[in-house]
């Protein structure tokens, strides 16, 4: 497990300081997990995924509030636009798998060993912000969000 974690600090330049938030981040599944010579019940990932959506969405939000261009602030319509096109589902399965993250996810034994589904991967994504929100705090996820390059939306940039 602690080799998954290491993975997942990689991917997201982002060290837990609580072990435990990173795996129920992974946890599909929902069964108690082998660690540490004992069985131990670890949550399923979706609380966490409810949560890292609001945070991602307040984070970029702000961004985006304070965003720009040479004819001022961006208007709305262009929040509704750069919250589809980086925070959609699609946006974070695609996300998620060129960031090699799938193999990680902590999957029902009855699921094999094939790749994880578009849901849940991008389940799986919200929840590590939720779990990196809940171990780091705001600045932790941004510090995460523009580390990933989720920022790198026009809509969300002062130019």
């Known amino acids: 497990m602690e080799n998954r974690i290491t993975k997942v600090s990689d991917i997201f330049g982002y060290v837990f300081d609580d072990k435990m938030r990173c795996i129920e981040a992974l946890q599909m ?3 108690p997990l082998y660690l540490d010579g004992s069985w131990v019940n670890v949550p399923k990932n979706n609380r ?3 949560l890292g959506d609001a945070i991602l969405d307040a984070t970029l939000c702000k961004l985006w509030y304070r965003a720009s261009d040479a004819y001022g602030p961006r208007p709305a319509r262009d929040w509704s636009s750069a919250r589809n096109e980086v925070l ?3 946006a974070l399965y695609v996300r998620g ?3 090699g993250l799938g193999p990680l996810i902590l999957v029902n034994l009855g699921h094999g060993n094939g790749p994880v589904s ?3 991967m991008a389940t799986t ?3 590590m912000f939720g779990a990196i929100y809940m171990d780091g705090g705001e600045e932790a ?3 995460t969000v523009k580390y990933l390059g ?3 939306h026009p809509s969300l940039m002062v130019t």
Do not use: I, Y
């Open 125 to 127: 994504f919200e929840a």
């Open 118 to 120: 578009p849901k849940m």
């Open 48 to 50: 966490l995924a409810v």
């Open 29 to 31: 599944d929902g069964q």
């Open 141 to 143: 996820v941004l510090k």
């Open 88 to 90: 959609g589902n699609g």
């Open 150 to 152: 989720l920022d790198n």
């Open 97 to 99: 798998e060129s960031l």
